[in-house]
């Protein structure tokens, strides 16, 4: 869906449709499971750096979308387990060694395989997926430090933070153009679809460590390139399916590593 609206509309319109449709859902939420002091934080600073992280990974991705292929650009992102496991050692004490580099390394040579820059087919929209890889994997990070707040408190922050700031950008947006009506339909669907998928996620950390839903996260490859091909005609070729599997199979190996070298 923001592929769609990406192309059609603009990024703002559909950054502020993805979190005014997130904030309709967490704010009632919230209020039923924690009652009308649902907003109240013990980590309000690192709420407010969490809520904005995702506000910059989201307006990254969906930027991309507009000149990537769904599977390639969805693949780049998934490059984040990887800067989780590197940056869990200046962040969260972990030990960080050399093979955990070197299957880094391959992880991102993945990208190479995608992107191929200095080829026809490079695009600098796939540095962008790259920087929101990382900023992502401070997200991530960000999340498993809230545990003292309550996991519908941070679905709601993520929500009205991405709300706030997508409508001071509005005024610079350029004007909607005139759409089919499925498309007014997507902008909807959007904040609903993509609301509901965070509070899963936000639900899901909080209760089970990252590397036994990592391998999960990675379904969602399958997905991409399915859509990809059923919406847009689009298929990843020889080397951006090696991309794909050198990315996938590192993240899984670094989160996986982790998990035994803290136990």
Not at 94 to 112: N, P, Q
Not at 210 to 231: D, E, M, R
Request: with cysteine.
């Amino acid at each position: 869906m923001a592929k769609i609206l990406v192309q059609d509309t603009n990024l703002i319109a559909v950054v502020w449709s993805r979190f005014f449709g997130q904030l309709l859902l967490a704010a009632p939420i919230a209020w039923y499971f924690l009652g009308k002091n649902f907003w109240r934080t013990q980590k309000l600073g690192l709420q407010l750096f969490r809520s904005c992280l995702l506000v910059a990974t989201a307006a990254l991705f969906f930027a991309g979308l507009n000149w990537l292929p769904l599977a390639e650009a969805s693949s780049i992102t998934f490059t984040a387990p990887i800067w989780v496991a590197i940056l869990s050692g200046p962040i969260l004490g972990e030990r960080v060694g050399l093979k955990d580099w070197l299957v880094a390394a391959i992880g991102f040579l993945g990208i190479l395989f995608i992107a191929r820059p200095g080829s026809a087919i490079f695009h600098l929209a796939a540095l962008l997926l790259v920087l929101m890889a990382f900023l992502n994997a401070i997200f991530q990070l960000s999340t498993r430090k809230l545990v003292e707040d309550s996991e519908y408190t941070t679905f709601f922050y993520s929500g009205i933070v991405g709300l706030v700031i997508s409508t001071v950008l509005l005024p610079i947006a350029a004007p909607l153009p005139t759409l089919p009506a499925y498309e007014y339909a997507l902008f909807g669907l959007i904040g609903l679809f993509g609301g509901i998928a965070h509070l899963l996620v936000v639900l899901a950390f909080y209760q089970m460590r990252p590397y036994k839903l990592t391998p999960l996260v990675f379904l969602q490859l399958i997905w991409a390139v399915g859509y990809g091909y059923l919406i847009f005609g689009e298929l990843p070729d020889g080397l951006s399916v090696v991309g794909m599997i050198l990315i996938a199979s590192s993240g899984i190996w670094l989160i996986w590593n982790h998990r035994t070298i803290s136990t």
